[in-house]
């Protein structure tokens, strides 16, 4: 119950992320579809790799219920588009602003993938250099130096 209410609440707040209309959907093998909206397997497998699924024991469990996740989601978005929630300047704005937190995020994550990450001796070279700075209660301008 507890791993089912985890990929709810996780697809729920993955809404729409990654999602393309038109010519860029996503293309491939259709999981289910939605009043003839497909949800391919490939949207399914990017959630479960986000929620960091590698064990294949739970690997079908979890796209069960995954793909249920991403089956409610779907109904409450048309849903909500039929009663013109999309057309809402609320709505709007918050969509707007999730688009750029999304965009925002996936630069972060793509410049901290290739930025040099330092290693166990030169975290101990440093504290070594300023050890004022390893203290409790060191000042932010430790931080600094």
């Known amino acids: 119950m507890k ?18 209309k038109g010519a860029d959907a996503s293309s491939g093998p259709v999981a289910a579809k ?18 960091g699924v590698s064990n294949p024991a739970q690997a079908q469990d979890s796209a069960n219920l995954v793909l249920n996740a991403l089956l409610e989601q779907r109904l409450f978005v048309q849903q909500a588009q039929k009663a013109g929630l999309d057309k809402d300047p609320n709505v709007k704005q918050a969509l707007q602003a999730a688009e750029r937190q999304v965009l925002a995020q996936a630069y972060l994550d793509k410049v901290t993938a290739t930025a040099a990450k330092a290693s166990d001796a030169d975290v101990s070279d440093y504290y070594n250099k300023h050890p004022s700075c390893s203290a409790n209660g060191a000042s932010t301008a430790c931080r600094k130096s």
């Open 3 to 20: 791993l089912s209410v985890l990929f709810t609440a996780l697809i729920f707040a993955l809404a729409g992320c990654g999602e393309k």
């Open 34 to 51: 939605v009043n003839g909206e497909a949800i391919h397997t490939q949207n399914v497998d990017a959630a479960l790799a986000k929620a």
